[in-house]
């Protein structure tokens, strides 16, 4: 399994963004998948996760209300609409996959990274 995030930018705090991560692999519906961000000089942390099925999702708190995790598994594909931006969300935020399974908010499940893509939200 590869994923390829894009869509990071610099924007404005209260600005939109849309984050996307393209998945190979033919069995992209046995996958849950989640984004996880890392600031300067902090741990990678979660963001917002999904189930293969699609019908569950999970946020952390402080982004809850303002980002929604969606996937597309007609077209392998995983997205991160992030609104109301906050300069405490600037960071590299990562797509990443596992095998479906529980937990799905814990990092250290995750077998599969991308890249990474970096947003900067300015005050």
């Known amino acids: 399994v590869q994923l390829q995030a894009s869509g990071g930018g610099s924007v404005q705090a209260g600005d939109s963004l849309r984050l996307s991560c393209a998945v190979s692999?033919?069995?992209?519906?046995?996958?849950?998948l989640g984004w996880f961000r890392q600031a300067p000089g902090k741990e990678r942390d979660f963001v917002a996760a999904?189930?293969?099925?699609?019908?569950?999702?999970d946020y952390r708190d402080s982004v809850k209300g303002r980002f929604t995790i969606s996937r597309d598994n007609a077209k392998n594909m995983v997205y991160l609409q992030m609104n109301s931006l906050k300069p405490e969300d600037t960071a590299v935020y990562y797509c990443?996959?596992?095998?479906?399974?529980?937990?799905?908010?814990?990092?250290?499940?995750?077998?599969?990274w991308g890249q990474g893509t970096l947003v900067t939200v300015s005050s």
């Open positions: 990443a996959a596992r095998s479906n399974g529980l937990p799905i908010t814990v990092k250290g499940y995750y077998g599969y």
């Open positions: 999904i189930t293969g099925s699609g019908n569950n999702t």
């Open positions: 692999g033919r069995t992209f519906w046995r996958y849950s």
